[in-house]
């Protein structure tokens, strides 16, 4: 096993000593780093993106390959023969197939959401994946009040007659109008809070429901709280959802929470079609005249253009966009820049920021502690006692102090160390100055 290498210099070579499900956490003060930017990256970008975005990828010393029609089985293809680094895709979807394929380091979701790639795939193969959160929250809380308004003014019933050649002032004089109506929010992130803004410059009151949210948090934002989604839509005009798709959101918008829900009232969805149960959704629109505004459907084409066929759009209650929440030029100008940020730090120093599938907590059930003159070759020999008593380590932070004299290495096990195994680790190198095994569950 060749590990000779400094405690400083380990993150740049710990992969070829053989550990598996090792984790490296470098000091943040002490990031490693190359500024002559000698390491050429390739990105293959699989979707439509920003000239500024690939200009400033090719920039930072990336080779760029872009296509935007890559899907399916052309974008295995593509990463197979491309034997790209990185990968960055707007909706089209990461499959396990596509992980196998090629050398991928990284998966970059340039926009908010990630449940069009494989995570769960991804990690298994310690291929990191980032999004862009935040970047397109204006755009999206905009497309959602322009909803709501076309909603209540019936606009796209309106421009359909005007161009029919129908005058029909008469049944669209009728509108409820925002002034006094009141806004639920499910979901506060950073789009749900772009919406109170908004809901409070039309003079519209706003109760909220997220898993983070309490009374304290409520009252500073100056919405009323609400413990449940149930409570949000029985006290509401308008329910907005705002949730990312994960296990506990699929379906959260049922029968239930339409049951409650005023006749005649409004639900706006432009997070995930798979949040609402689309047969209680069909149901409630016949029964309870329910309106939807929907920028999400349950059988999206998977390609920009193509055949749309959901029996939804064919009420007259609904109006649709074709998911184009985050599709404003501002929005995709934010989001350009923040995944040419992510590859730079990623190429730079090795550490992807947004990262979504790093372990929060690892099977480690031991540490240990080894506090050691920096070195060569002090943390080889410390990981060859390891690897001799089969305990594989599970994640590692090494932390050099003041002036490279020395360092500390806390590095967790799935397993303890015999006393044995201690000793021959404290005492077969005269640069370790001491060392410790905690037990942590």
């Known amino acids: 096993m060749d590990c000779s290498v400094t405690s400083s210099d380990c993150g740049l070579r710990i992969a070829d000593c ?10 943040p003060q002490s990031e490693i780093r190359n500024p002559k930017s000698a390491i050429t990256m390739k990105v293959l970008i699989a979707d439509k993106f920003e000239e500024s975005g690939i200009n400033g990828l090719r920039e930072i010393g990336c080779e760029v390959i872009y296509n935007a029609d890559l899907k399916d089985e052309s974008l295995v293809k593509a990463i197979a023969e491309s034997q790209a680094d990185v990968l960055v895709v707007r909706s089209t979807r990461v499959t396990e197939a596509m992980l196998d394929k090629g050398r991928l380091s990284l998966v970059v979701r340039a926009g908010a959401g990630f449940n069009t790639i494989d995570v769960k795939a991804a990690s298994a193969r310690g291929v990191y994946v980032s999004n862009c959160p935040g970047k397109n929250s204006i755009a999206v809380a905009e497309l959602a009040f322009a909803l709501i308004l076309s909603l209540d003014r019936r606009i796209a019933d309106n421009v359909a007659d005007l161009r029919a050649g129908k005058w029909n002032k008469k049944e669209y004089s009728n509108a409820r109008g925002l002034y006094g109506r009141t806004v639920g929010l499910i979901g506060l992130g950073q789009i749900g809070r772009e919406m109170i803004q908004r809901a409070k410059a039309f003079g519209m009151d706003v109760v909220g429901w997220s898993r983070s949210l309490t009374p304290e948090s409520a009252a500073e934002m100056g919405i009323s709280f609400r413990q449940t989604i149930i409570e949000v839509a029985h006290d509401c005009d308008i329910l907005s959802l705002h949730l990312a798709l994960a296990p506990d959101t699929r379906g959260v918008i049922n029968a239930d929470v339409f049951e409650v829900m005023r006749p005649g009232s409004y639900i706006i969805n432009t997070s995930r079609a798979e949040i609402i149960d689309q047969s209680a959704l069909l149901q409630a629109i016949k029964t309870k005249g329910i309106r939807a505004g929907l920028d999400v459907f349950a059988s999206e084409p998977a390609s920009a253009t193509g055949e749309f066929s959901d029996s939804v759009v064919q009420l007259s209650n609904v109006y649709g966009t074709h998911h184009i929440g985050a599709s404003t ?7 350009a820049t923040e995944t040419v940020r992510i590859i730079r730090t990623f190429k730079e120093t090795g550490k992807v920021p947004n990262v979504v599938n790093l372990s929060e907590q690892t099977p480690a059930t031991h540490l240990l502690i080894v506090r050691h003159r920096d070195r060569p070759g002090v943390l080889a020999h410390v990981f060859n006692e390891i690897k001799a ?17 020395a360092a500390i290495a806390r590095i967790g096990l799935d397993a303890p160390l015999k006393d044995v195994t201690l000793v021959r680790i404290r005492d077969a190198n005269s640069d370790i100055i001491e060392i410790k095994l905690i037990q942590l569950k």
């Open 18 to 27: 053989g550990f598996d499900k090792l984790k490296l956490l470098l000091n």
């Open 329 to 335: 030029d501002q929005a995709q100008e934010a989001i």
């Open 389 to 405: 008593a089969n305990i594989n380590v599970q994640e590692m932070e090494n932390i050099v102090f003041a002036g490279a004299e």
